[in-house]
């Protein structure tokens, strides 16, 4: 009896996933067709269905009848090839127990098996939201992606792929599930990023620790406004970017790419206290961006990469009052960028070096206008203590030089940064990131008004964050993450020694 369902049950499937392997897309579109039809094919319909209860002969009139019987006849008149059946004891289910998984995963079903995949997507994200096990999340999270493929949505498909990994019962399966959605990526043309949070922090303007300006070698005091000094507020800030695929080949790829960001500060009730003067959007800001890439693999070893962009930002503008304010009618500068990068594989890692020049054009005085020049190397690759995988290891090391023709403004900047993400604990359903860094900021001839600062201004920063994130934490394609971020500034001219400490909420969405 068994067997004769299971076949009944694999030859329900098959229409749907047959059809799915007509959408465009190219060879890796098709291979991820088929690796999701197999996938699919093993997965059992009676998904948190009780299979020891008795089944009627005859379909439930009333909302009366046991939730387990209902779930066990709709997936024999779906076994049977009823659809018209199960669907009425799918919505049944749905009428008596809308937080319940098993009925929209049924609706799911029916509506794939009649080739309604915008039903199905729909239903099957249903199911996946009122998931309660990881067995739940994954079988319905596998036929969304089904239904999204067969839409000719690629990028959702290759999401839900994702969302699967998260919730595989097993380390093949997630492999499996990684894999299709790497495939589903690779076919799709587009490729973005969406995020967003907020962040609260003690210092949200860059403001100084102390209200008193002390300069090394100078026998004078200022004493600093309540706008000059740390204020504590909340950040909100929104990045989104994209890419589109305008060429492909064997050895190389072309995009066209996009990305903005804004930012958006709230003072607290003390920071207005400090400075009655300042609002939020004195310390806003927003950047828009615009370019092209090319990546052009030499061998198998190495490849280079180049970059062409140009963009607009809006930060806070000297308007008439006495504080900056931000007037997001009216431009800071406008930029083009160039860069050159060499990638190759070195190490059991890839190394990555790159150099860049950025043209800067102030909209309000033309002594601010800014050439810059950059100069990056970086190595990321697998982290082995004893020849077992640890995490994964970034190591990062660049220099920026910025000339102006405003006198005291040029200024060089250099960074140094490591990024660990471990390995956690099997089973643990939360990724994690570690990072810490240097950076030194070199101010050649410098002055405090008309004061000359001592063999020029020297800024040292030390940072540290850790990022906490879950991928399994799903809501609306959005998966959260958090953020602690630690710094502390040391100068020779105590305007410019600060420190900070924030904890910031954030979503994420990959397309």
């Avoid at 998931?131 to 000719?152: D, F, I, M, Y």
């Avoid at 043309?189 to 008193?212: C, I, K």
């Avoid at 890839?350 to 054009?361: F, N, P």
């Avoid at 710094?487 to 105590?494: C, Q, R, T, W």
Wanted: net charge positive; proline share 6%; with cysteine.
């Amino acid at each position: 009896m068994r067997s004769a369902r299971k076949r009944a049950d694999l030859r329900n499937r098959r229409p749907l996933m047959a059809r799915a392997g007509a959408c465009r897309g190219g060879a890796a579109l098709r291979r991820a067709v088929l690796a999701l039809a197999l996938a699919l094919g093993t997965v059992p319909l009676a998904a948190g269905a009780e299979t020891a209860a008795p089944v009627p002969d005859r379909t439930p009139d009333t909302v009366d009848t046991p939730l387990p019987v209902l779930r066990i006849a709709g997936l024999r008149a779906f076994q049977a090839g009823d659809l018209d059946l199960a669907l009425r004891i799918a919505e049944a289910l749905v009428a008596a127990a809308p937080g319940d998984s098993f009925g929209h995963f049924l609706a799911a079903q029916i509506a794939a098996q009649r080739g309604d995949a915008g039903p199905a997507l729909r239903a099957a994200a249903r199911a996946h939201d009122t998931a309660r096990t990881p067995v739940q999340r994954h079988q319905s999270a596998e036929l969304a992606a089904a239904a999204a493929l067969k839409l000719g949505r690629t990028g959702r498909a290759a999401r839900w792929a994702e969302t699967a990994a998260a919730a595989a019962p097993d380390p093949a399966r997630a492999a499996r599930d990684r894999a299709i959605a790497a495939r589903l990526r690779a076919a799709s043309p587009w490729r973005g990023q969406l995020s967003f949070g907020f962040t609260p922090s003690s210092n949200v303007n860059g403001g100084a620790r102390d209200r008193f300006n002390v300069i090394d070698g100078v026998p004078v005091v200022g004493i600093l406004s309540g706008d000059a000094q740390a204020l504590s507020g909340v950040i909100g800030a929104l990045d989104a970017s994209a890419r589109y695929r305008l060429g492909a080949s064997a050895r190389a790829r072309t995009d066209l790419r996009g990305r903005l960001s804004i930012r958006e500060v709230r003072l607290s009730d003390s920071a207005r206290a400090q400075a009655p003067g300042a609002r939020g959007s004195d310390f806003a800001s927003a950047s828009a961006e615009i370019g092209l890439s090319h990546l052009r693999s030499l061998d198998a070893q190495t490849a280079v990469t180049l970059d062409l962009g140009m963009g607009r930002a809006w930060e806070a503008a000297p308007l008439p009052g006495p504080v900056l304010r931000y007037d997001p009618r009216q431009p800071s500068y406008d930029f083009v960028t160039a860069s050159a990068g060499l990638r190759r594989k070195l190490g059991g890692g890839l190394a990555d070096l790159s150099a860049g020049l950025e043209r800067r054009i102030d909209a309000q005085n033309a002594l601010d206008d800014a050439h810059i020049r950059r100069l990056a190397l970086g190595w990321t690759g697998d982290l082995r203590l004893g020849g077992v995988p640890r995490g994964q290891l970034g190591l990062s090391w660049s220099v920026e030089t910025t000339d102006t023709d405003r006198p005291g403004f040029d200024h060089v900047s250099r960074r140094l940064m490591a990024r660990l993400v471990p390995v956690l604990p099997a089973g643990l359903p939360l990724g994690l990131a570690l990072s810490a860094g240097t950076e030194a900021l070199d101010y050649r001839r410098y002055n405090v008004g008309f004061i000359p600062v001592p063999g020029g201004r020297h800024d040292t920063m030390i940072f540290a964050d850790a990022e906490i994130w879950s991928d399994r934490l799903d809501m609306a394609g959005f998966s959260p993450r958090l953020r602690l971020r630690s710094l502390s500034v040391s100068s020779n001219v105590s305007r410019f020694e600060r420190s900070e400490l924030s904890l910031g909420l954030g979503l994420r969405h990959s397309f």
